[in-house]
Every structure is written in structure tokens, then in C-alpha cells.
């Protein structure tokens, strides 16, 4: 079977590992959750284990849903006699999207209402609805004109552990702390003999997170008192009885051998005062050494070794004071510098503020805040790295420092836009002619892509080698990267002229973010990446056009354009292109989205030739060719020559009110505006499809919008 664990934003890939790690036969992550595969036990296993998920949602009914009468009758359809009695309370949970039902307790009403009237039918009774802590919790998801009822195995938010009797102003959730200490390491470091600390703990919620990880505590056990958490009549009771039976075992062996290895210190006496009485009733209070200390006072860690796990301040009801970050950091490099550290910040500016260099970033949110968690190992480099380091040539301290200043430019438009796929530096310096672009992964990892352009044949290729050699050494130090995170395309002379050299063929997908969509690319394998990035602001404008409509993209490579007119709720996509490396990749991305079916067609075809074939209507239109195509299963393609007959054959697809979106990035081609105007009208939008990232290379594409005259 297959059962859905959400989570919040930022912390699905580590709930898709937990869940593996529990036994499930696959784990998939999608937006704000894991697709999960196995049985109901494994569900109940993951009620009872996970420390990430906040809900484990076991689907009992999927249908078509056009509107509330498609809704009510959908629900009333479910036997729902099998599910529960009517002595038992019920509540339902509803999360509604696109543009038939917009209200999400309307929605509910009406499940209740086809639960209840079914119920009454059968039996002759009624259930009564308890919104608080019913018998029976029931999920409903509408999405994309289709409805998901399940039953919430959970019973309630997992987030809660059972043990929080105090918490302080901006108390962070208990599944946000379990994903910092997490990436900090701290499970592996405590079986090592390391400490956790926190020095700014507040009421406590990471300490003592961490504390019942290294004892080995399941974090549902006490939420419901061992109890099941749901009366629902499909629920096995004798597999959670077992599952509880072998977690108590578990949690006598992991208290019995639990030490006193955590520390926590807060300005605050009051929040103190609170962490302890958490701690208290968790049972853990002699694990865990407080003590009332400003940061700045922090003292030396006797334990050589350590995980720092910390959520400073940041939010709009605490102070977010840049100032105390570089205290933090400052102290952490005095008192611990050979620990690892995880801080949960509160955006990119304040993680920088603590001056401590990261090696890996992730976005996650805290409720609906969203939040910088980085990642340092170690807090402080040893001294003799930095005694060692050597002086950079002249040309890469060049580009370093324009490099540097690119970032300064662009660092509020990154972060407002949460772009984590951008431009760098493009030729900034004519001498060292390279394009520099920044992939940063969902886990948080940055890579880089450099491309040389060809230089003018007067300059000696020895030449053009030191250049490029001190402009990858200049960007390494900007970046902190390693060399195998640094893919570099070069140019080389042979017949024919210049052309790129050999790829790769490491076969290495990484998964990086856009938007809401998750997208697979590759760096080394291919001259593209599978992303490209000039194009952002023109699928985002797509996208948007296109919900609940009908979405076609011809030409459509790697169908980034279709996932994200698919994530934003488009009503069909369909993708047209040649190659079957393409479609395949594009096939990756829309399943990491948790998009499929029968809504989301793929034709592998000459795009012109489909096109003229073609009967169907769109609403919106995404034409990107390529400038030539030479392909032994097509006819020749040259955009200059045929754009007039491609066009007017896509145009013939559209839908009434319909708009087609033509692009390509033929430095000399020119619009036919004659010919297209005896059946389009042609609006040049070039300039505002133009990212800041790419200001520097407004040519790198030209975009029209036309409509049907």
C-alpha cells in the first residue's frame, strides 16, 4: 500500500531517509511530505518512530472532484460502516486547492455531512464530531480536481512529544528540532562519546530532543500514553501493542546508559526555569546541565568533541539582532572550536552574521516561518590552515572580488526570489571569459558550473589556460567549494573550429529547488545542465497563466516549464521532444514532484510535425526551439527559416483567449513580424523576462507573447 508522511517544508529528504531506516519499502519526497510505500504496520511503526513527520495519513478513498456535488458524493460512496461506528467522534482535516472548491471548512462540512448521513442510513445513529481529540481523525486533500480521504493514523500533530508543559514566546517544534540535530550529527557524536550544548536553549526543546534521541525514546510512546492513537476500525491493535512492548524494552536500555552529557545556558532565568521543568517530566533532567550565562560568556567544553545544535533569536516577536549572532559566533569559535555546529538562523543574512562558515545550507520553516539552517565542521578551522593558506594570484583575487561583489548585488533579490540556481559572474572581466553559475541543492550542498567561452584566435592557448586556471582558484575561494563540486566545461581547438571538449559521464543528479518544484540536473554529463537559468522569470509568468488550464511545451528538453506549470495547478501539460534522453529526465522531475497520470502527456516527436498532426486545444503555449536540428528522425530545423510555420501551426492549437509564449537565444535572429502579423498579434516581452542575475547579458534570449487575431 502506499500512505503519505507530511512534514514541514525543508525536512522531506530527512524524513525519507527516517522512514526508510524504519523498514518502509520506499520512500519518495514530495512537497511538504514522503510518498511512502509499505504496509499498515509500517505505518503504525512510524506513528510510534518518527521524529520528523507531523502526520502519517493512510488513504482509505481517491476520486474525481469538480465541485462540492462531486465532493459530497465521493464521500458518500466510502462504506464508511468498515472505517468506524457511529458511538465514535470524528473531526475532519481539509486542505483544498485550485479553483473549484476554494474554502477548506466548507469542504470538511460537507465530508462530515456525507459521513454522517451514510452512517445514519446504515446503522440508524449518528456520529457527534469532537474537533480536539476525536476517535477517528480524517484527512481530506483536494488537489488538481481530484480528492484524497484518509485516515489519520497519527491522531493529532506529531509534533508534540508528550513532555511540554512550559515554553517560552517562539517555542520551535519539536520535528524542526529533531531535523537540526540531525544535520548536526548529533546521533553518530553521542555514540562517539561527544556532547550536545545549546547556549541559547530557552525552554529547552533542543536538549531535551536531544537527550531522548540518544536514549532511544520513541517520540510517540508518550504522546498517547501507549495507548493507540485512533480508534478507526482498520487499526492493528495487536501490531501496536507489539511496537509499544518493544519501545519501552528500548527506551529502560537507552535511559539505563544515558549520560549526563548535554548542557544548555540561557540569558533568560525564567526560561531556564522552564527547560528544567521540561526537562523534569521528560525525564531526563540528569542528563541535562543548566546554568543562567550570557553567550558571550560561554566557557570552554571539557569533551574534546561535541554537536552545538542552537535556534537563536529571529522572529518579528524576539529580537533578530545581527549583533548577537556575531557574539554566538564568536564564542562558539572560543569555546568549542573542533565541534560541529548546527544553527537554526533566521534567514541567510543572520547565518552570515555569525561569521561562522557553513558547508552546507538548507531552507527549512518553523511553522510558517521559514528559516537558514547551516551546517559547520568545524566551528574553527585549526590555525596552521589559515597560517598555510596562500597568496592568490593577481587575476584570481580579480575575480574573487567581483565575484564577491556580484553576491553583494544580488543578495536581497536572492533571497526575497528564495533563489537557489543563479549566475554569478559572466565574463565580468573580458581577460577571464567564463560563466559562472551556482546550484545549491535541497540539502543544502553548493555546486558549481563554469563554462569558458571561446577566446579570440590571436591569444596563445597557453594563455587562455593560466586565465582559466586563476579564475577557477578565484571562485573555489569565494565558494569554499571542493574541486569535485566544481564541473567545468572548457573549450578545445580541433577540426571545425572551437567547440567544448570531453563530458563527463558521472551520471551525478542533483536535486536543487525553483520556486515550489523540485528539479533534477547534471553538471558534468552534458553541455546544459538541464536547467536553464535565464528563463526563471518567464516560466514562474507561465506558470501562474496556467492554472487549471491546459499547458503545452514544445521543444520542451527537460520539461522544467511542465513542472512548473503542473506544480502550480495547470489542468493538463502536455511536453513534446525528440529525444528520449529529455523525456526521460523530464518524466524524473514530474515524479519527484509527485506529479503523474493521465493529466500530464509526454510525446516523444518532431515538435512541427506534431504539431500539425495535432487536434487538441491549449490554453497556454511555451515555444523554446532549438536554433538548428539536424536530427536523423526529423527534418532539418533551422529557427530562422521555420519559425513562421512553427509558429502558425501552434498557434492553430490555441484555445480561444489562449497565449503562446516563442523564445530562443539566436544572437542574430530576426522575427518575421510581416508574416506573422496576417495571424498573430506580437508583443516583444523580452526585457521584462530578463532576470537580475542576467542583466549583464540581456541578449542571452529574446521572448514574445502572441494571441490569435
Known sequence: MKFFASCGKGLEYLLADELAALGCARATAAIAGVNVEGRLLDAQRAVLWSRLASRILWPIAEFECADEHALYAGAAAVDWPQHLSPTHTIAIDAHVSGSAITHARYAAQRVKDAVVDTLRASTGQRPDVDVEAPDVRINLVIRKGRATLSIDLSGGPMHRRGWRRVQGAAPLKETVAAAVLLRGGWPQMYADGGDLLDPMCGSGTLLIEGALMAADVAPGLRRHDGQPPTRWSGFDAEGWNGLCIDAIAREARGRATLRPCLHGSDLDPHAIRAARENAQIAGVEDAIAFAVRDVADLPPMENPRGTVACNPPYDARLAADPALYRALGDALKRAVPQWRAALLCGDFELARATGLRATKRYQVFNGAIECSLIAIDPIAPPQREAAEKRELPEGAQMVANRIRKNLDKLARWRQQEQIACFRAYDADIPEYACAVDVYTTVEGETWLHVQEYAAPASIPEATTRKRLNDLL??????????????????RSTGKGGSKYGHFDHRGEFLTVEEGAAKLQVNLFDYLDTGLFLDHRPLRAKMALEARGKRFLNLFCYTGVATV?????????????DLSATYLEWLADN?????????????AQADALKWLEADDGDYDVIFCDPPTFSNSKRADDFDVQRDHVRLLRAALARLAPGGVLYFSNNFRRFKLDEAALGEFARVEDISASTIPPDFARNARIHRAWRLTRV
Not at 582558484?473 to 572548457?490: C, D, L, M, Q, S
Open 473 to 490: 582558484i578565484g571562485v573555489r575561494e569565494v565558494f569554499g567549494v571542493p574541486r569535485e563540486r566544481v564541473a567545468v566545461k572548457t
Open 564 to 576: 512548473q506549470a503542473a506544480v502550480q495547478g495547470a489542468a493538463q501539460t502536455t511536453s513534446v
Open 590 to 602: 514530474l515524479r519527484g514532484n509527485g506529479i503523474g497520470g493521465t493529466r500530464h502527456r509526454i
